[in-house]
């Protein structure tokens, strides 16, 4: 006598597995709390406004900074929530039109509107690459 084995699966049975659709609602939780940490700590901070520049004064020093490779810290002149945004920082790495093209401090470039620009100081070099740790790989 032989015996029959049924195996029935749950596809087979019009179970539809939702995949990652279940885990949608926890990604977002995590990142909703994430996105409001980031935010709390870069509007925390009073930035209080630098003098406004010229234009002329403005374009000399990024004209410098492109020229010299020397690094620098930008004010936008952009208000959110009552408060000026952080300063950003890097060098110079290229013009467009009324745009310039900024290099930071982890190697990503941003590009910035010539008129949303309020006022450019130095960065100590030695600063800047201080803050730079090189990370020790191990074979």
Known sequence: MTQEVVTLSPDALGYKDRGKMKWIGLML???????KKQKQTTYSLLISPKPEQSMEEISACL??????????????????????LPDIKGSIVGFKENSIYLKQHDQTLKRLALEDIRHVDWIDTSDWFAKYTRQDVTI
């Not at 939780?29 to 996105?35: P, V, Y």
């Not at 004209?63 to 000026?84: H, N, V």
């Open 63 to 84: 004209y410098r900074s492109y020229a010299r490779k020397k690094p620098l810290s930008i004010q936008l002149d952009i208000i959110k929530e009552g408060r000026y």
């Open 29 to 35: 939780s995590d990142h909703s709390e994430a996105l």
